[in-house]
């Protein structure tokens, strides 16, 4: 799917900024730009400063996140076409203190990517081109800023796939899912990027650039520092190159969408698509009736027919991959059988896709639940990881505590939703509200953290940190863990540069 850049609007809070102070920087100035004009090309620099300034309006997409809850303001975007370029950028800001805020595909969603206040962005887009692929070990190494579509496509004819898949394909880099250790809808079967990543290139805070960008399945030869760069959204260097392992495309692909009676059956059925499936179960994906009611109310994938639904209070995305039709087929009716025939069905009824473009359009419903919410209003994104047997209670919850603030009401909060990754015990919890205001904000937090706190679960199950949860961190790390993410980012960058403000509160 393609997400677009938002278009800005005129009049927007800036919710997150009261609570965030950035270290003291400079701004980036005239005689910088001069500096970066004499190595790089006049397109790769848009500035308010330059000798012809560029229009404000060009730096807004940079300047403002995708929900458009996130604002900064930039006057300068750099957009490096080689590591060199971004290495030489990047010692002129260390020198000069000037803090950076790499960005990607801008799609993040808890405001990572976009300044805070001025600092400089550097947009990896410009730096798109895969360095090598061996299709017999399956390793691809690719500039950071290669989307990740385009990396699905660029891998098709050689019968391989990204590891990863996500609603925000269309735009994301992969540079941007590195650094947001990005989990998305695939995560089941492939596992985390920390297992398929390789290697990466990186530009450290003072501009040297560390290649550790091996090709190698094993290596143990002491400390695996890469590790450190993935999910550590750009707080501690710029990613210019990835090594990933991708995976041999499956030669046979189902997908069902279940409709059931009531949440209690989803625990039992993923426990039955486990033991069934085993091998080729590879994604268990769960929405909840008015989420989605909303993606089929914003056009997101073809709706089921309504008697197919009539009753469900939520639904199951179950997606097979295997190697042989015949042998995935049968495995897959056998489950759907055995889930109609028992005296109590776990669902009520399932819808599966017989053709490619059926496949695709059961995802679109999946996947289109942000873009669907995002134009039914302003979301509030809880990105939480707890037991799968409290994902409704933390939605109801959290419903009913609105209620008790008189909020639940046109005019503030629409709706509460719940989807997720089941599989990985992920549970997106949206409140999608008509504006963003500071009474919804407070009556949402710390409520939804101490919930979550109160499950041993995770505040950012895959979304990460950014801007929106830096005073949230404690609620899922201990002040020692803290205290040894301060002293690693110190290490790495003492001059505070690189990405201020946002993961470390
Ligand atoms: P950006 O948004 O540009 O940046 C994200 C963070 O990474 C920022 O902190 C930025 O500074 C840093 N960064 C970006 N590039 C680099 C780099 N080269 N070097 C160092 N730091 C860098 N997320 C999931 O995990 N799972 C999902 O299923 C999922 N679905 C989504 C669906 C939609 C419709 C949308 C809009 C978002 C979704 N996301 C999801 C969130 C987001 O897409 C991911 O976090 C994605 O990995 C961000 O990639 P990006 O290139 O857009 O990064
Ligand atoms: C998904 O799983 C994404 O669809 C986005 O992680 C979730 O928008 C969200 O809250
Ligand atoms: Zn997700």
New binding site residues.
């Given amino acids: 799917m393609f997400v677009p850049r938002r278009l800005v609007r005129a009049a927007t809070l800036s919710l997150r900024r009261a609570h965030t102070s950035a270290p003291a920087l400079n701004s980036v100035n005239a005689e910088d730009i001069a500096h970066f004009s004499k190595f790089l090309t006049p397109t790769s620099i848009i500035s308010t400063l330059s000798p012809q300034p560029s229009p404000s309006s060009e730096l807004a997409p940079f300047n403002n996140d995708w929900m458009n809850k996130y604002h900064g303001q930039s006057t300068t975007v750099i957009r490096p076409r080689s590591t060199q370029e971004v290495s030489e950028v990047v010692k002129r800001c260390n020198e000069r203190g000037i803090g950076i805020v790499p960005q990607g595909g801008n799609t993040g969603?808890v405001g990572g990517g976009v300044p805070i206040k001025d600092e400089l962005v550097l947009s990896l887009g410009n730096m798109n081109k895969v360095r090598s692929f061996d299709p017999v070990s399956g390793i691809l190494v690719a500039d950071a800023g290669c989307v990740l579509e385009s990396l699905s496509e660029y891998l098709a004819p050689h019968n391989h796939i990204m590891p990863l898949d996500?609603?925000a394909k269309g735009s994301c880099q992969i540079g941007g899912n590195v650094s947001t250790n990005a989990g998305?809808l695939r995560l089941l079967r492939y596992g985390s990027l920390h297992g398929s990543v390789l290697g990466l290139e990186v530009v450290l805070p003072d501009g040297t650039v560390l290649d550790q960008l091996s090709t190698l399945r094993k290596d143990n030869t002491g400390y695996d520092l890469k590790q450190l760069f993935i999910g550590a959204e750009g707080t501690l260097g710029i990613v210019t190159g990835v090594s990933i392992l991708t995976a041999p495309a499956p030669q046979s692909v189902n997908n069902v969408v279940l409709a059931l009676p009531k949440f209690d059956n989803v625990l039992p059925l993923f426990t039955k698509a486990k033991r069934q499936l085993s091998e080729i179960l590879s994604a268990f994906e769960f929405f909840d009736r008015t989420a989605y009611d909303l993606a089929v109310k914003h056009g997101q994938g073809r709706a089921l027919n309504e008697d197919e639904t009539e009753g469900a209070e939520c639904f199951v995305l179950l997606e097979t991959s295997g190697g042989n039709k015949d042998h995935d087929d049968e495995k897959l009716n056998g489950l759907l059988e055995n889930l109609m025939e028992s005296d109590e069905p776990l669902i009520n009824t399932g819808v599966i896709s017989q053709t490619p473009a059926q496949f695709s359009s059961l995802w679109a419903i999946r996947?289109g639940?942000?873009e669907a919410?995002s134009k039914e209003g302003k979301?509030y994104?809880y990105?939480i990881s707890i037991p799968l047997a409290e994902f409704k209670h933390v939605v109801d919850t959290t419903r009913e505590h609105l209620r008790s603030k008189g909020l639940m009401r046109d005019d503030a909060v629409k709706h509460v939703i719940g989807?997720?990754?089941v599989g990985d015990g992920n549970l997106?919890l949206?409140i999608v509200a008509t504006n963003y205001t500071p009474e919804i904000e407070a009556a949402l937090e710390p409520f939804v953290y101490e919930l979550v706190a109160k499950y041993k679960g995770s505040v950012s199950a895959?979304?990460g940190v950014g801007v929106m949860k830096t005073h949230a961190l404690h609620y899922s790390k201990s002040d020692t863990s803290i205290e040894w993410m301060k002293r690693i980012k110190q290490i790495f960058d003492p001059k505070g540069i690189m990405n201020p403000g946002k993961v470390l509160p």
């Fill in positions: 969603l996500l609603g998305g996947e639940i942000t919410v979301a994104k990105d989807y997720g990754h997106h949206n895959e979304h």
